[in-house]
């Protein structure tokens, strides 16, 4: 909770510094934005850092592979860190960047996610062979 | 005094000998003797003590029913993070979600499908061993008619469901899960469409089949049962009429024996009824368990979860249901067959 009632304060600052420079160059302003982005977003991801934890409980009760676990929340990593950065690429005026990492990150999770659908196939060649 | 003599002499070249048969139900599969009482008591006590069994060996499929639906939520929790975001990764990382929770259930679902088959096939041999047991008790109770009748009834149907359910609903399971999973991942409409019509498809074949067998049960019933109700009667009145002087004592000793004929009947029928119990309770709760908690499953994900995963979940407690119905369903039809024979001519 601490942690958000500073990133909101944080936000509301960088919102009237960036409005304000905003006048005198754009260039600042920028990054301005950035830079409180990726601040947020690294608040963002300390947040997780208990859900993780809590994951990982679970999967040791499930008893489950944790290579799948792994992988999932390696992917969920992946896609919010593309979808962040698209976000600032979008707001520089770029959206060409925005796209190609996303791009890029949607190629990434596909290899990452690769034992997984092995497994699967795996495991629906054992289901076919008996019939 | 010769004509005595010759009628005696005759009497005794054309006697025939006569043993009372003792017919037994067939004893039930070892899969389904761990569940059966060592000695029968009454069916309510024996049922019970079948009940209480099944529920010790619940637990552990309790718990590994329970192991794999965590993994889900676990899944379904994380892909929520991406949730409301459209963009290239995040539908990647919907994809991922999907084949993730399709692996962590397909492997306990393909060994249920798997324990689905071997109980319909115990199920279906047992019956086969059973019913002409039972059918020659009806038979010696003076009901030849209505065994014959519900003999190749029972027959019949138990082949067709068998068949029916091993070669045709199985496979079709198998493409109903795999369809499931290529609906949550491409989200294509002609799949979904191709999805609603197998699920159709499989309960409408269980349905048939079951409204075809009760339907036929009912109209044999009443038929047959009283051709072998008139033909018993006209024989009784026979029997007191054209004997002098002892057709009434032999027609109240013919009663006394079709009686316990159908004492010994009856307890065929209630091996039997507690066998095909004990076949199925084991497997039933192993799968209506997985059926349930993945029921629960879906309810708490559908709190977080995509749409994708959620349907997904319910998808694979479809699986588990139809699964149940189709073992449910077999049993039922034994359930059916033997109370009819067990009620006899009426």
Known sequence: MNIFIKSVAGTLIALILQLILSKHGKDISLLLTVSVCCMLGAAAFSCLSPVVQFLDRLNNISGIDSVMFQTVLRTVGIGMLAEFTSLLCADAGNNALGKSIQILAGGLILMISLPIMTQLLDMIEQILQPL | MKKLILIIFIIFLT???????????????????????????????????????????????????????????????????????????ARTVELVGALSIATALLIPSNSLISIGIETTRSISEYAKLFVPAITAALAAEGGPTTSAA????????????????????????????????????????????????????????????????????????????????????????????????????????????????????????????????????GPFLKIGTHYLVLKITGAVSGIFGNKQSVSLIEDFSSVMGYLVAMTGTLCILFFVSTVCFMRGVG
């Open chain 2, 150 to 281: 519900l003999y190749a009834g029972t027959i019949f149907f138990n082949t067709i469901l068998t068949v029916v359910i091993t070669k045709f609903l199985t496979p079709l399971l198998y493409i109903y899960i795999a369809l499931s999973v290529a609906k949550s991942v491409i989200n294509e409409p002609m799949l979904d469409n191709l999805h609603k019509f197998i699920k159709w498809l499989m309960t409408w074949m269980l349905k048939i089949s079951i409204y075809i067998f009760t339907g036929y049960i009912s109209i044999t019933g009443v038929i047959s049962g009283h051709v072998d109700s008139s033909a018993l009667k006209a024989a009784k009145l026979t029997i007191s009429g054209t004997v002098p002087v002892v057709g009434s004592i032999i027609s109240d000793a013919s009663e006394t024996i079709l009686l316990s004929a159908g004492l010994m009947k009856n307890a065929v029928g209630t091996y039997g009824l507690l066998s095909i119990i004990a076949i199925w309770i």
């Open chain 2, 15 to 89: 006697a025939q000998p006569v043993s009372a048969s003792k017919i037994t139900a067939p004893i039930a599969p070892p899969e389904a003797q761990e569940y059966l009482p060592e000695t029968g008591t009454s069916f309510t006590s024996d049922l019970w003590y079948i009940l209480k069994r099944a529920f010790v060996n619940f637990m552990p499929s309790l718990s590994e029913a329970a192991g794999a639906c965590v993994s889900v939520v676990g899944i379904c929790m994380l892909v929520a993070i991406m949730k409301d975001i459209n963009s290239i990764s």
